[in-house]
């Protein structure tokens, strides 16, 4: 009963916190997308909407696959130490991707940004 009980509350927890951290990050994202996307609230949205999806994809890849690693807990310590180690390991990713995300919008984001307000002072 205590593995089960323990997958439980990995699965839980993490898949709990993707979620916040998704929505998070999609809110307070959009501002910044809109920003390096020249204005272009429609491009940025669907940006955000994408890169949500990818975020789930990814992550929650990551979660499922990860309940095989690991000696399943025999006693109470141990399943905490089950449950920390892989939740830390979710948090790890989630942060991983946050990272690059923002690294890659910010480095392709505002090129894009500055081709869209190129084509507007070129076409209007």
């Known amino acids: 009963m205590l593995i089960e009980v323990s997958y439980a509350l990995y699965l839980a927890f993490s898949i709990g916190l993707t979620v916040w951290v998704a929505r998070t ?4 994202g959009e501002i910044f997308l809109i920003d390096c996307f020249g204005h272009d ?3 940025a949205r669907s940006t955000n ?4 999806v ?8 990551f979660i499922l696959l990860a309940l095989q690693f690991g000696r399943e807990p025999t006693t109470g310590p141990e399943a905490i130490r089950f449950i ?3 939740v830390g390991l979710a948090v790890l990713v989630l942060g991983g991707w946050h990272f690059f995300n923002m ?3 910010a480095k392709f984001g505002r090129k894009v940004g500055r ?3 190129e084509a507007h002072v070129l076409n209007g």
């Not at 990050?25 to 307070?28: A, D, E, Q, R």
């Not at 909407?49 to 949500?52: I, K, M």
């Not at 990818?54 to 890849?61: C, K, P, R, S, W």
């Open 115 to 117: 081709w869209i307000r």
């Open 54 to 61: 990818g975020f789930y994809l990814v992550n929650l890849g």
């Open 49 to 52: 909407h994408l890169l949500v």
């Open 84 to 86: 920390a180690t892989k």
């Open 41 to 43: 609230e429609k491009l």
């Open 25 to 28: 990050l999609s809110s307070n």
């Open 103 to 105: 690294h890659a919008i």
